[in-house]
């Protein structure tokens, strides 16, 4: 990474912690795709404005519909999962052909 993006990440961690009154290790807990359909043009204080198709590093998932993400250019906010692709990775082997050995 270079100096002036390193720069503005740091900076971007420092008002996230402040604004959410976060002290924990920012760890990212996997990456989320926005839906390709998103409209929404407006944003809240602490939302993070996000575009269609743009993946996000998940820092928090909380209990509920929304959790705390990160973007490309380093800012955090709260994102509503139902704004996100559904994650089709846990059930990918449902309903493949399966042999069982009764032998």
């Not at 959410?20 to 204080?45: C, D, M, P, R, S």
């Not at 709260?78 to 704004?83: I, Q």
């Amino acid at each position: 990474m270079d100096p002036k993006k390193k720069k503005k990440f740091e900076k971007e961690e420092k008002e996230f912690r402040k604004k959410f009154k976060y002290n924990a290790e920012i760890k990212v807990l996997y990456e989320a795709t926005v839906l390709q359909t998103l409209v929404i043009k407006k944003f809240g204080n602490k939302d993070l404005p996000v575009k269609p198709g743009e993946t996000i590093d998940v820092i928090l998932h909380q209990a509920g519909d929304k959790l705390i993400g990160r973007n490309s250019e380093g800012k955090f906010g709260y994102v509503f999962t139902a704004n996100l692709e559904p994650d089709g990775s846990v059930y990918d082997d449902v309903g493949d052909e399966c042999i069982y050995d009764n032998d």
